[in-house]
């Protein structure tokens, strides 16, 4: 079975501060990265996607690979309020287009 | 990315009945799938429409519970067959469009069986 595992939170951080969110995978053979971003009772946004290891920053946000390590994480500089979600860890199964999703990490910002 | 469209958006329906979920894409697109998102949980693939052939199904899901149809490029429909409360979920379709591994999702059909 393969395995993609988040912390489920709540995550909460200040208004302003960086949210550094984590997600491991089981499955060696996994090309493709993706963040989602699920406000409740709407469906998943897509925030970033990565297939090569290192960092790549799109505006405040910012996706990090690591393929040995097995883990992807989503850092967001500048928190607001309205990056109040859960983001969902998704990771490309062996047929190289079905998502294998985490259970999503649940991301509050205070004022 | 794609537009895409669900409907109905929610319903509630009876247990031992069945309901067919539409998704309109405006372009065409490579690969459609259905997920289900049960209550507090994340997202499950049920299957991969396929264009002019049998849908592809993830391990727990069979075609008879699970009927898709995708007769073109733009639209695909899932049923959800012989329902009970246990089938309460979200369903949510996606696309694939081009050689991005990239997925798109749908509004989502917000379902409840009673």
């Known amino acids: 079975q393969k395995e993609v595992e988040q912390n489920s939170g709540p995550l909460s951080v200040p208004e302003g501060a960086i949210a550094s969110l984590n997600c491991t995978y089981s499955d060696r053979g996994s090309q493709s990265f993706f963040w989602y971003r699920q406000y409740s009772g709407k469906s998943p946004e897509l925030i970033m996607f990565i297939y090569s290891n290192g960092d790549k920053e799109d505006g405040r946000f910012t996706a990090q690979l690591n393929k040995a390590s097995q883990y992807v994480s989503l850092l967001i500089r500048d928190s607001q309020p309205s990056d109040s979600a859960t983001y969902l860890c998704?990771?490309?199964?062996?047929?190289?287009?079905?998502?294998?999703f985490g259970k999503g990490t649940s991301l509050l910002v205070t004022p | 990315s794609a537009v895409i469209s669900q409907k109905p958006s929610r319903d509630i329906c009876q247990r031992g009945t069945s309901l067919t979920i539409q998704c309109q894409v405006d372009?065409?697109?490579?690969?459609m799938f259905w997920y289900r998102q049960q209550p507090g949980q994340s997202l499950t693939l049920i299957a991969t429409a396929n264009q002019g052939s049998e849908a592809t199904y993830e391990s727990g899901f069979v075609i008879d519970k699970f009927p898709i149809s995708r007769p073109n490029l733009t639209f695909s429909t899932l049923t959800v067959s012989n329902m009970s409360p246990e089938d309460s979920s979200i369903y949510l379709c996606?696309?694939?469009?081009?050689?991005?591994?990239?997925?798109?999702f749908g509004p989502g059909t917000r379902l409840t069986v009673l």
């Open positions: 998704a990771v490309t199964d062996d047929s190289g287009y079905a998502l294998n």
């Open positions: 372009s065409q697109v490579t690969m």
């Open positions: 996606s696309v694939k469009a081009g050689g991005s591994d990239t997925q798109y």
